[in-house]
């Protein structure tokens, strides 16, 4: 819970690789209970979660929950989870600059907004990001290059049913092996199609689409 992640638990846990944090958005917390993860400087691991209750408490603002930055986070992380945090788009832009950060997981609304715009390519990308995860999300709009990702093997998009297709530029990330597709629109799967022709044609066989419950 938010109250326990303070500077005195952190400063006592140094060397912890692996936190859950549960919020509770009934308690109305006042501050950030995110910032004080600087502490944590062998942390590989976070998931954060706001309970389920939240949908009960819609209304309340949850302004007071943002990513600290990047040089307040925890710099071995290598797999963060996000689920219904509804955080800002922009806050991304933080994550983008994790320089260890492998897997990223996208659950339930953990980013709010209709598009996910990465087009600044002056800034860093997810440069060791292997896995991406976005599951329950209403984004409609992605936008984003194979510079943002250029270690990227493992696309994941499921439930996703308002995206509309994947950045064809993906078909520029020589790494990427695996896109999986689950309950999305048809438009997600001729995007993953075109992709996976696109590397074909440069000569990369090894892509492969799998792909259920398309409409």
């Known amino acids: 819970m938010p109250s326990s992640c303070n500077d005195e638990v952190f400063l006592r846990i140094p060397n912890l690789k692996k936190l859950g944090i549960l919020i509770d958005v009934a308690s109305y917390p006042t501050a950030n209970c995110l910032d004080n993860l600087v502490h944590l400087t062998q942390l590989e691991k976070l998931k954060v979660v706001v309970s389920e209750s939240y949908l009960i408490f819609r209304r309340v603002d949850l302004s007071w929950l943002h990513i600290p930055h990047c040089d307040n986070f925890p710099p071995n992380l290598k797999k963060l989870t996000l689920c219904t945090t509804n955080l800002q788009w922009e806050d991304m832009n933080i994550l983008r600059k994790l320089p260890n950060l492998e897997v990223l997981k996208l659950k339930d609304d953990a980013f709010d ?86 590397q074909q044609s440069l000569g990369n066989d090894d892509l492969i689409i799998h792909a259920n419950y398309i409409f």
């Open 113 to 198: 907004g209709l598009t996910w715009i990465l087009s600044d390519e002056e800034e860093d990308g997810f440069l060791k990001l292997k896995l991406l995860l976005l599951e329950n999300m209403s984004l409609m709009q992605w936008e984003a290059t194979s510079y943002h990702f250029p270690s990227l093997e493992h696309l994941v998009i499921t439930f996703c049913y308002s995206l509309e297709q994947i950045p064809f530029d993906f078909a520029e990330i020589q790494t990427l092996q695996l896109i999986e597709l689950q309950d999305c629109l048809h438009s997600v799967l001729v995007s993953a199609e075109q992709i996976q022709a696109e």
